[in-house]
């Protein structure tokens, strides 16, 4: 008797899928919102080593996912470290958005897709406050206020995250990989409401 294993005989009834993954050099990553400062928008920003497409494809939560889209454009950025790494900065503005209505969205391109991700448009009430989280001198070897704005921001506690100034000491060391990492860590923040940043006294070179 040979035994049978059941996923074996589920396998044999599927068409077998050969799967690749996505070259590293494709795959989006440090993606973060930004506000445009019009009612109804929202800028998606991410980063790629080489060249792709941008795109960003979303739909209201509860919906169907991924009914609209949206392109924007790369800008090739140069680190000025010896190095001069490069990479590809993404920039896609969604326009039309419902006040108030939250949105999943993915961003990349056919070469590769970010995690799924969600926002809620600005409130355009007159009588709407937004709520803020506020701070500055986030390091990244010692994030210990990041587990907590993470779980804040994913519950849907804040409307904009202002940081103002001193990110990751310094974003530019290691040929702007400690930049990379950070940008990368708080991915878990900004991707899911609007991260406005202005420089601190580390940033000013
Ligand atoms: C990515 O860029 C590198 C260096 O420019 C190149 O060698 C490689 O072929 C590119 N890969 C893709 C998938 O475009
Ligand atoms: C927008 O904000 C106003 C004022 O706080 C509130 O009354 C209204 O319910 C909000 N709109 C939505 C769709 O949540
Ligand atoms: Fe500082």
């Not at 950070?182 to 899911?192: D, E, G, K, P, T």
Request: charged fraction near 20%; include cysteine.
């Amino acid at each position: 008797m040979v035994p049978v294993h059941a996923a074996c005989v589920l396998m044999s009834l599927v068409p077998l899928l050969v799967l690749g993954v996505p070259p590293i050099w494709t795959q989006p990553e440090q993606v973060h919102l930004s506000y445009p400062g019009e009612p109804g928008s929202m800028g998606v920003t991410w980063t790629t080593l080489n060249k792709t497409e941008s795109v960003v494809e979303y739909g209201l939560m509860g919906g169907r996912l991924f009914d609209m889209s949206a392109k924007g454009d790369a800008t090739l950025f140069v680190d000025s470290g010896e190095e001069k790494r490069k990479m590809y900065i993404h920039r896609v503005t969604l326009t039309g958005l419902k006040p108030a209505a939250t949105y999943v969205y993915h961003c990349g391109s056919d070469e590769g897709w970010s995690d799924v991700f969600f926002f809620t448009a600005l409130n355009d009430s007159a009588s709407f406050s937004p709520r803020f989280a506020l701070y500055g001198d986030l390091g990244n070897e010692n994030p210990q206020s990041l587990a907590r704005l993470q779980k804040e921001t994913q519950l849907g506690m804040y409307d904009v995250i202002l940081h103002i100034g001193d990110f990751a000491y310094d974003m530019h060391e290691d040929n702007a990989r400690i930049g990379d990492e950070f940008m990368r860590q708080i991915q878990s923040i900004a991707a899911y409401v609007p991260y406005m940043t202005c420089p601190g006294n580390h940033e000013s070179t």
